[in-house]
């Protein structure tokens, strides 16, 4: 198996093979490290794009502009239109294809106009093992994986952004809002507004890896496993209670198993976990 510095090498590889080169930076960890990498080989040859949209938080919008501004990367920040499209709105298995579809077509006319090269992803190895029809989306726009394609785990990404002295390195994985409403409920502004709510009260009262999941009248809290015991509290409970009723669920749970990513993939039966959009 290759070891990190060859991983590290055939990245920027195969920045370099790309020219000109927009990557899709949404802020989190890997598109981060990306958007640093590209910038890093390529100069003013690179630009990070976006996607600003209800389903992106406002806390992980302000960060992910304040880190390119950080490191100096070139951003662009542009609306998406997935809200228009009814077959995202609908929110069945294919939902992340409509949304990656969405961007991807976005950032392929911006190619053309700005005269730019490719375009470019966070996807990693790891990703491969999950469910995720927005791959689906980057294959048929032709968009380039260069961390999956220089064999880069999620782990190796942290590692590497740690040595370059990134602050996002241990940034807690957050996933789109819209991934927190149960498959077959609409995704509608206000559920995802909630949604936000929800985890940022928890983030105030200290929990770090946090997921609110949206099951209609009940709220399914997900704590990172490290964190349950703070959780796992009579006068805590009363306070997650407190804050969800308010927010207008009418049941509040606590998930023993604690925080997983793609939990609500689930819900799903082996035929709807196909890669395909339908």
């Given at each position: 198996m290759p070891d990190l510095a060859t991983k590290r090498s055939a990245l920027d590889?195969?920045?370099?093979s790309l020219g000109r080169t927009l990557v899709a930076y949404s802020g989190g960890v890997d598109s981060a490290f990306l958007a640093w990498s590209a910038h890093?080989?390529?100069?003013?040859?690179m630009l990070a794009v976006t996607a600003d949209?209800?389903?992106?938080?406002?806390?992980?919008?302000?960060?992910a502009v304040?880190?390119?501004?950080?490191?100096g990367i070139p951003l662009e920040v542009n609306a998406t239109g997935e809200f228009d499209r009814p077959e995202y709105v609908r929110n069945d298995a294919s939902r992340c294809f409509h949304c990656k579809d969405e961007l991807f077509t976005l950032m392929e006319d911006l190619r053309k106009q700005r005269?730019?090269?490719s375009i470019a992803y966070g996807v990693n190895m790891d990703d491969q093992s999950d469910f995720r029809p927005g791959q689906v989306a980057a294959e048929r726009h032709r968009v380039f994986a260069p961390l999956r394609d220089a064999g880069l785990t999620k782990q190796d990404i942290r590692e590497l952004a740690r040595e370059a002295g990134l602050r996002i390195w241990d940034k807690p994985a957050s996933a789109c809002l819209s991934s927190r409403v149960e498959y077959g409920r609409p995704v509608t502004r206000e559920a995802l507004a909630i949604v936000e709510q929800g985890e940022d009260a928890l983030r105030a009262l200290g929990f770090r890896q946090v997921r609110v999941r949206h099951h209609g009248e009940t709220v399914r809290i997900e704590i990172a496993p490290e964190e349950m015991p703070k959780a796992l509290?009579?006068?805590m409970a009363t306070e997650f209670t407190r804050i969800f009723k308010n927010l207008g669920f009418k049941f509040v749970t606590l998930d023993l198993e604690g925080f997983r990513s793609g939990s609500m993939n689930l819900l799903l039966s082996p035929s709807q976990l196909v890669r395909r959009a339908s």
């Open positions: 590889k195969q920045l370099r890093q080989l390529l100069g003013v040859d949209s209800p389903s992106l938080a406002r806390a992980q919008l302000t960060d304040a880190f390119a501004n950080e490191e005269n730019f090269d509290d009579v006068a």
